[in-house]
């Protein structure tokens, strides 16, 4: 028998031998190679859309972002049987290499980085019939990686700059927060100049300038840079965008797939369930939903590995509406014990089951037409609303010194829900700015708890800064006793990186 396996094998090397040398080198249509890709339009609109695809992957905004954004701040916590993964949510932080809790990110972030230059490499090289069609793809790809540093700036700081189609020996060097910041703030100015301040139906879902202005304001703010944070927000004001957003009047709408792309949305990822396929997929049929739900949903309906601190729901409850009602935003938040005695709704249609001091996040469960959850979410997540960007123009308003401005937009997100005007129950917030911003940061908790922008907030407002402000945080948060500061205000570089690339060095602390 082992003689006819060498012949055979003689036979294919014979045969191999006496075939044309073009027809062993036939591209795969599936595969294309840079050799016969980027040559036209229809590749560089695919080349961006490879970038969107990116949205989907678990380690991003399918799933694992959401613990480090929500659960790592003062609003979330996991009590997971999977010890490792909840330790990644009160700061131990003990394998830097642990993948669902940093490497996975990490990696997927540059896998997102590494589309966009692509494109940003090749496309210029394309002859388009339309400029403006080519302009506005190297816009989009500016935006994305624009976003995705941003990301990555908030989490872990001192992130290498890569601005080319990188190679497998390539070796970045080490970037500071500031030089992040300031490629965030090129990469979105360069895009602002191209992209449109809305697109048609067919491309609803990829950027405006209403969204490069939220996410250029937000940098900006980041580092404390009021004036030209005010110069990009006045664009919803003052600019091209006032009027084109406006709140809407049911608060649940901003969570459900029934009513998405809205009038309050500035920014959102396209969620679908249509491919119900393996999660590492990637190509056409790839998953296209969110898992959020499945992952934070409570114990006996999803994985409950993610849940809200109680200490929101107290807050909810300190102001009643103009009618002596509880904040109705409170009902569409969280699940919690007394849901069914304040607003008549069930958990998943359960009366409650869980312990009497635990609380769940509502926005984006798929409680509204189902009694369970999966791993195929179709709920748009809304990355801005129009409701952020109101209370982000009443925060840069007041450290520009018009607090009496700044309250008027305030008084907008309160109004929607029926709660009486600032100077009704918090006249001392509408005299003096640092009044104000105390009161702010609760406005803001309120309106956009599990929003995913709660930890942008903490470090913004240097509550993470000393040891004195953590203590503060700490009463709401227990897992803050285990903060550290200078040292978990950022991330650990994934330590696999740090050993493989000399350019590379650990975050202090770590």
């Not at 991003?60 to 909840?86: A, V």
């Amino acid at each position: 028998m082992k003689g006819l396996y060498i012949l055979l094998f003689i036979s294919l090397l014979t045969l191999c031998g006496s075939c044309k040398k073009d027809l062993l080198n036939i591209e795969n249509p599936n595969t294309p190679t840079t050799d016969v890709f980027w040559k036209t339009e229809e590749d560089a609109q695919r080349g961006v859309n490879s970038i969107y695809a990116m949205f989907y992957k678990p380690a991003l905004w399918s799933r694992w972002i959401y613990f480090r954004l929500d659960l790592t701040s003062d609003e979330g916590f996991s009590k997971s049987p999977w010890i490792e993964l909840g330790d990644w949510t009160r700061f131990q932080y003990v394998n830097y290499n642990f993948g669902e809790g940093n490497v996975f990110t990490w990696k997927d972030t540059y896998k997102a980085i590494f589309r966009c230059n692509q494109v940003l490499d090749n496309v210029p090289n394309i002859t388009f019939a339309d400029q403006v069609k080519k302009d506005r793809i190297l816009g989009q790809a500016k935006f994305l990686r624009a976003l995705h540093y941003y990301y990555a700036a908030l989490l872990w700081e001192n992130a290498p700059l890569v601005l080319k189609t990188s190679k497998p020996d390539d070796l970045p060097l080490q970037s500071t927060l500031a030089e992040v910041w300031a490629q965030v703030e090129k990469d979105l100015k360069e895009a602002l100049e191209v992209l449109p301040v809305e697109w048609d139906d067919n491309n609803v879902g990829r950027p405006t300038k209403g969204a490069v202005n939220a996410y250029l304001a937000r940098a900006y703010m980041q580092q404390h840079k009021w004036a030209e944070a005010k110069q990009a927000l006045d664009y919803f004001f003052t600019g091209e965008g006032n009027g084109k957003y406006s709140l809407v009047s049911d608060f649940q709408d901003n969570f459900t797939h029934t009513n998405e792309n809205n009038s309050e949305s500035v920014f959102e990822i396209q969620f679908s369930d249509v491919n119900k396929t393996p999660e590492d997929a990637d190509g056409p049929g790839q998953m296209m939903s969110s898992q959020r739900a499945q992952f934070f949903a409570p114990r006996s309906i999803g994985w409950s590995d993610g849940q809200a601190r109680y200490w929101i729901v107290d807050e909810f409850k300190k102001e009643k509406t103009v009618d002596g009602n509880i904040d109705p935003r409170l009902r569409y938040t969280l699940f919690y014990p007394a849901l069914e005695a304040d607003f008549g709704d069930k958990v998943y249609g359960r009366s409650w089951q869980w312990d009497a001091n635990e609380a769940w996040f509502r926005k984006y469960a798929r409680d509204y037409f189902r009694d369970n959850e999966d791993y195929y979410a179709q709920n748009n997540f809304r990355m801005v609303r129009y409701a952020d960007i109101l209370l982000l123009y009443a925060e840069v308003l007041n450290e520009l010194g018009s607090t009496s401005e700044a309250i008027t937009y305030v008084d907008q997100v309160r109004s929607r829900v029926g709660l009486p005007n600032l100077a009704v129950n918090h006249a001392a917030a509408t005299q003096d700015a640092n009044a104000f911003r105390e009161r702010l940061k609760m406005e803001r908790e309120l309106e956009l708890c599990g929003e995913s922008v709660r930890w942008a907030d903490l470090k913004r407002w240097g509550d993470l800064e000393t040891q004195e402000k953590v203590a503060a945080v700490a009463e709401r948060d227990p897992d803050f006793k285990n903060f550290v500061v200078g040292k978990h205000i950022r991330l650990p570089i994934p330590q696999i990186e740090v050993l493989n690339n000399p350019n590379l060095k650990q975050n202090s602390g770590y």
